[in-house]
Every structure is written in structure tokens, then in C-alpha cells.
């Protein structure tokens, strides 16, 4: 079957005159397999070839088409070669099903780094009628794709959805063998030999799928169904394409539409206890001026309606979480007056009745444009004290500031609630140690370390002076569970993971170039986790693709109102 993509010029092939050199049947024709070999390169490199076989798929946009032989009894070599349009000539009108004979030149196609595509350039080519080639059946990941490459193939094992965040730009999806993929750091400590085994697994198992297109933002996806919601976890069957490599990465160019699953949405989350504690990363809410005006806003909504409509679909995941106490990320730094983005947004959860309230720090926390912050239900839990915060060393410009608060339930001791976000992984600015020492943990891993070091020294000064040991301390840390600070303050500080303690297996909250892995976290002090009684994740963002946010997708549902999926704790206090 042939790709919508793959689109004739209306350019009769009988209608070419062809040179002197061109094809005849006195001339040899070499399996393809010989032109391919056994290695990355073709040893015939830049010499005159001739070959025989069936157009599998013709991709105008890549600018050629691929073409396939019965093979010459050797798997360790491809069958088929990349035709490539010769540049200012008539494209020719072949379509996947001709015969065809080719002369052409061979040649190495960059396709990324050092790889290189084998490729027959300046064709000339004769119709030799009709043919048919079967796809070559994959039960499981190839062991050497490079055996495999221009060939069709069709894949009789289940693919897993790792990724969709390139769909709308690229026309790709990212699926993977045998699971989800992972990011190595959430599993082993960045650098170690079995983050290096795990990122190589993760290589091997990785494939894209790809439109047969070159453009960028297409309008529509032709393989995906118009309006149909995709979510990393997703199975795809069905998937038969060409087998390429290119920009890095092997990918098949599909020639027919794969069957996707429709997407299982979790329900709300449910944990046991009295007091439920929240975290979750707004992703950006900015309100422009708080009266209307002000848009586009420096990070968030474009306009007052995309506002309205991520308001809605935050609100939906509070409610929808039910928490007692929510600490929050990604808040615009614009004080605690009605026209804040956190008065805002508190007045948009108590619209028609609610007791939600805010802990107003007066100022920040800290200068960034972006920051933490707490609210509560009045009529659930009360604060006691003054919040805290901490603006020293990498806290301010580099880390937000914590916002540290006591709370009490009915005549219970207090117990404190850190709404925290370490600095992220972008490597702007990052020098020396903070740069990316390419062991998977990325930029300013070292600041994050001294973050949660003096987190750790300041939390233990009891900055609430409420004397209590009692402590939560929760958010974006944007570092996975083995990168240096949270392995730290686990297991050399002495801070218990809530999701280990509570028994939840795989426990993860972002996606991120189709690694799944957790940079929020929930950590507790030993006398804390005694009173935990649960702990969940609400997977309703990470998954889902962009298409699903505020800006495009329905803001009657919650999914999708961030790029991070909430967590919640239940404690027994």
C-alpha cells in the first residue's frame, strides 16, 4: 500500500528521452544485496551500478524512492537502496508496484553524524512493468537494522507509544519494542555501566515512525485519524514501512496507517489517610495584568481565552486530586494581591463554593520570574506560624526559593509542607561543573546537589519554629530518582522516598524526548513516612500529547493542563 505522501508528478516516464548511457537488458545487473554489502558504507562507492527490482514506496517530499530485489541469500545484506531524484531534472512517475531498472551512481546520504544512507544518485531509469515484493516480517527488534535498510518490513509484534512531542512538528512518533523506555538516570546512577547499558537498550529498542515527509508542521498527520487523542504507553500494530535511517535515528516511512489503541485515561487517584498533600507544575500560569490585559504573556497563555481555558483545566486536576494541602510550581512571581496569578487562580477553585485559601509570603519566595507556592482548604487543615523561605547561595537566580509552611489537622501536631523547584537542565549559562558532563544528568547537576544540601541543612535549622520533625518536602526537583540530589538527600541525608515507602512500582511523571522517568518527588522525614498511608501519581500529562493542552484541546478536562503529572500523599495525622 502506498503512502498518501507518496504523490505522482504528472510526468509520463515514456516521455523521457533517455541518454546513451542508459540501462540495457545486455548490461549486468547486480543484486542489490552486492551493492549494499556487509558494512555501514557500500564498497562500490562512487562507481556506475545497474539494478533491478520494485518500487516499495516513492516519497517526492524525501526526494526519491526506494527499490527492492528478491535478495541475494545473505541476511546480513539489504535488499533494497534509496533512488535519489536527480536535482533540476523531471522527477520521474513511479509509484510503488513498478518495475523498474536503474543505472546510477552510488553514493553515502548523510544521515546524521557519522551514519550514512547507501543511495543510487544521477539515475537513469527503465519501466520493466509490474512486480510485488512481501514485506519482511519482524517478530521482534532486529538485531542490525543496518540489514534491513531500505527494505519493507512489517512488524507482527506489539509496538509501545514512548513519544508524541515530535507529531506536530515532524509528522513522527516515537515507539519502542518491549515497553516503554526509560530514562537511565531514573533507574541507575548517571555514568555508572548499567546507565550506559540502559541507554544503549534503550537505542537498540527505539524506533520512529515517520510520514514519508520532509515538511515541517504538516496540517494533518495522514496516518493518525483526525482528532484521535494518542498517550505514551499506547500499543501500535499493524506497522509496516521502509526501513531508513535518518537525522540519526532509525525510522520506518510508513506505507500504510498503523492501528493505534485507543488511549486508557486513569481515573482520579485515591489514597488512604486523613490529610491528602498535593504537588503539581502548573507549567506556566501567567495572567498577563490580572484585569484582562497583558498578553501575550512572557511564558504562558497567549491570550485572555487561552487563559480562561488553562485556569479550567488546572482547576479540573486540583479538584479532580481532592487535596487538603497543594503545593504548587510554575506560578507567576507577582505578588499576593487580587490581580496575582495565585489570587486568581484560588478564586477561580472557590467559584461557587470553596474554602481554599493561599499562604502569602508577602513577597517571592525569591526574584525569578517563576515561582512556588501553597494553598490549602481552610475548613480541612489550619497554618501555623509564618511560612519560611530560604534565599541564599543557588536559591534566587539559579533554584526557586522553597516556601516552607506548618500546618495543623483538628488537634494534631504540626507538620510542615515544602513547595520546592530545583533549577532545570538547560544549559544556558552553565560553565565548569555545571555544564553537562555527558553522563545523562545534564546542565547545573552540581547546583542542584548544593540545593539540596542546603535544603536539607535549613529544614533541619527549623526555619518554621514550630519544633516539629514532621516534614514533607515536595515538587520539581528536575533531577530523576538516581541523579545526585535526590539520591542524596535519600540516602546520605536521610529523607524517605513516599513512592518506595508506599510500594509503588515504576512510579514516573515525565516524558521527555520519549524517556519516561519522575522529577517530581515526595520525600519525608523518618517521622513523617510513619504516618504515611498512600501515594499516587495522576497520569493525566505526561502522556498525553501537546495537542490535548489549553491551547487546542478540550478545557473541560483536566488533561494535559501541564507537562507534569500531580502526585498525591494520604497521611494518617
Not at 507482527?156 to 514512548?162: E, I, K
Not at 507529531?167 to 519502542?176: C, D, P, Y
Request: hydrophobic content about 40%; aromatic content about 6%; some cysteine.
Amino acid at each position: 500500500m502506498t503512502s498518501p505522501r507518496s504523490l505522482l508528478i504528472p510526468a509520463l516516464l515514456a516521455s523521457l528521452t533517455l541518454p546513451a548511457c542508459a540501462a540495457t537488458p545486455k548490461e549486468r545487473v547486480m543484486p542489490i544485496g552486492q551493492v549494499q554489502g556487509e558494512s555501514t558504507r557500500s564498497a562500490l562507492d562512487g562507481q556506475t551500478v545497474t539494478v533491478e527490482g520494485i518500487v516499495t514506496g516513492a516519497f517526492p517530499d524525501l526526494g526519491g524512492f526506494f527499490v527492492q530485489d528478491a535478495g541475494d541469500g545473505k541476511a546480513a545484506t539489504s535488499d533494497a537502496l534509496f533512488v535519489a531524484f536527480e536535482e533540476g531534472a523531471p522527477v520521474p512517475a513511479v509509484t510503488a508496484g513498478d518495475r523498474v531498472r536503474v543505472r546510477g551512481i552510488v553514493g553515502e546520504r548523510k544521515a546524521g553524524g557519522d551514519d550514512t544512507l547507501t543511495a543510487l544518485h544521477a539515475p537513469v531509469i527503465q519501466p520493466r512493468g509490474k512486480g510485488s515484493i512481501p514485506p519482511t516480517v519482524l517478530t521482534s527488534v532486529p538485531g542490525d537494522w543496518e540489514a534491513l535498510e531500505g527494505m519493507l518490513v512489517r512488524i507482527d509484534a506489539p509496538l509501545t507509544l514512548s513519544g508524541t512531542h515530535t507529531l506536530e512538528r515532524f509528522g513522527e512518533l516515537i515507539a519502542s519494542f518491549d515497553g516503554r523506555l526509560w530514562q537511565p538516570s531514573e533507574l541507575a546512577a548517571p555514568g555508572s555501566a548499567e546507565a550506559k547499558r540502559l541507554a544503549a537498550d534503550n537505542a537498540r529498542r527505539t524506533l520512529l515512525l515517520d510520514d514519508g515527509s520532509a515538511k515541517r508542521d504538516p496540517s494533518t498527520v495522514w496516518y493518525v485519524k483526525d482528532g484521535q487523542p494518542l498517550r505514551t504507553g499506547t500499543v501500535l500494530t499493524g506497522v509496516q514501512g521502509i526501513v531508513e535511517q535518518r537525522l540519526g535515528s532509525w525510522r520506518l516511512q510508513l506505507t500504510a496507517a498503523p492501528t493505534i489503541a485507543a488511549p486508557e485515561r486513569p481515573a482520579t487517584p485515591q489514597v488512604a489517610g486523613n490529610v491528602r498533600v498535593a504537588a503539581f507544575n502548573l507549567e506556566n500560569l501567567f495572567n498577563g495584568d490580572g484585569k484582562g490585559g497583558g498578553f501575550p504573556t512572557e511564558r504562558g497563555a497567549k491570550t485572555p481565552a487561552q487563559l480562561k481555558a488553562q485556569l479550567a483545566k488546572l482547576t479540573a486536576t486540583i479538584r479532580g486530586l481532592n487535596p487538603d494541602i497543594a503545593a504548587l510550581m510554575e506560578l507567576e512571581n507577582d505578588g499576593y494581591g487580587a490581580d496575582s496569578s495565585l489570587a486568581q487562580l484560588v478564586a477561580v477553585l472557590n467559584a461557587g463554593g470553596g474554602t481554599w485559601r493561599f499562604i502569602d509570603a508577602k513577597q517571592g519566595p525569591g526574584p525569578d520570574t517563576i515561582r512556588v507556592g501553597l494553598i490549602y482548604r481552610s475548613d480541612r487543615v489550619k497554618p501555623t506560624g509564618k511560612p519560611a523561605t530560604l534565599q541564599e547561595g543557588p536559591f534566587g537566580e539559579r533554584s526557586r526559593s522553597p516556601l516552607a509552611q506548618a500546618f495543623v489537622h483538628g488537634s494534631g501536631k504540626p507538620f510542615v509542607v515544602v513547595a520546592n523547584h530545583l533549577k532545570s537542565k538547560g544549559c544556558s549559562e552553565a560553565t565548569g561543573p555545571d555544564a553537562d558532563q555527558k553522563d545523562g544528568a545534564g546542565c547545573w547537576n552540581a547546583l542542584r546537589l548544593d540545593s539540596a544540601k542546603r535544603l536539607d541543612a535549613w529544614l533541619k535549622a527549623d526555619p518554621t519554629r514550630t519544633r516539629t520533625d514532621r516534614i514533607v518536602m515536595l515538587g520539581d526537583f528536575n533531577a530523576y530518582a538516581m541523579e545526585a540530589p535526590v539520591r542524596w538527600l535519600r540516602d546520605d541525608a536521610g529523607w524517605v522516598d513516599a513512592f518506595k515507602q508506599a510500594g509503588v512500582e515504576q512510579p514516573y511523571s515525565y516524558v521527555y524526548s520519549g524517556l519516561t522517568g519522575r522529577l517530581d518527588h515526595a520525600l519525608l522525614s523518618p517521622s513523617l513516612a510513619k504516618q504515611l498511608r498512600g501515594a499516587a501519581e495522576w497520569h493525566i500529562n505526561a502522556d498525553e500529547q501537546d495537542a490535548q493542552g489549553y491551547a487546542d484541546g478540550d478545557p473541560a478536562v483536566p488533561f494535559r493542563s501541564s507537562d507534569h503529572d500531580p502526585l498525591l500523599l494520604g497521611f494518617d495525622l
